[in-house]
Antibody
Framework: EVQLVESGGGLVQPGRSMKLSCAAS????????MAWVRQAPTKGLEWVAT????????YYRDSVKGRFTISRDNAKSTLYLQMNSLRSEDTATYYC????????????WGQGTLVTVSS | DIVLTQSPALAVSLEQRATISCKTS??????????MHWYQQKPGQQPKLLIY???NLASGIPARFSGSGSGTDFTLTIDPVEADDIATYYC????????FGGGTKLELK
């Protein structure tokens, strides 16, 4: 059974940093691209970043470029999101997802971790 | 950026058909494949994949869900609607990076 378990969320002050983790199990992690999708309270879904199966390619939405870094450790089957210079508008539940095939849909989602940026 | 537009809400009666639309600002088809996918999200839960590539039913999803469309106009149909289907539905494109529609909240009449 595919499982994605996020951790690392919490309350952080504006301008500070936070690192999220996503532990994957139930599949060969190194075979799949992975992504982070977020959802602000009472709002819709918003793609944040994607990383290729081997970490060689990364993609970001414009609003997080230069502040967020997606990475992975295939030996540990773990996905990361390093978030720097956090802003109040980054407040959201962050979901880890597995990227499928060459058409790139998100078949599996973690339960999410809440990040609150507030002073 | 490709923008996806959905109606914010749809009211439907149980055992009736629900049709949820998604319009994209650019064509999301490529070589005969629609880079359009649909998700269901219930309050307090993570999204769940329903349909991928426009019309393919994801594993474990009941056959009362179906997807159709091409180019810039897509539809998710639920027929018949059951009480468990009350949720918010999102379309998503993956042809040019990834964007989601604003979501359609399915409500009971």
């Amino acid at each position: 059974e595919v499982q994605l378990v996020e951790s690392g969320g919490g309350l952080v002050q504006p301008g500070r940093s936070m690192k999220l983790s996503c532990a994957a199990s139930g599949f060969t992690f190194s075979n799949y691209g992975m992504a982070w999708v977020r959802q602000a309270p009472t709002k819709g879904l918003e793609w944040v970043a994607t990383i290729s199966y081997d970490g060689s390619s990364t993609y970001y939405r414009d609003s997080v470029k230069g502040r967020f870094t997606i990475s992975r450790d295939n030996a540990k089957s773990t996905l990361y999101l390093q978030m720097n210079s956090l802003r109040s508008e980054d407040t959201a539940t962050y979901y880890c997802t597995r990227v499928e095939s060459v058409v790139y849909w998100f078949a599996y989602w973690g339960q999410g971790t809440l990040v609150t940026v507030s002073s | 950026d490709i923008v996806l537009t959905q109606s914010p809400a749809l009211a439907v009666s149980l055992e009736q058909r629900a049709t949820i639309s998604c319009k994209t600002s650019q064509n999301v088809d490529n070589y005969g494949i629609s880079y359009m996918h649909w998700y269901q999200q219930k309050p307090g839960q993570q999204p769940k994949l329903l349909i991928y590539e426009g019309s393919n039913l994801a594993s474990g999803i009941p056959a009362r869900f179906s997807g159709s469309g091409s180019g810039t106009d897509f539809t998710l149909t639920i027929d018949p609607v059951e009480a468990d289907d009350i949720a918010t539905y999102y379309c998503q494109q993956s042809k040019d990076y990834w964007t989601f529609g604003g979501g359609t909240k399915l409500e009971l009449k």
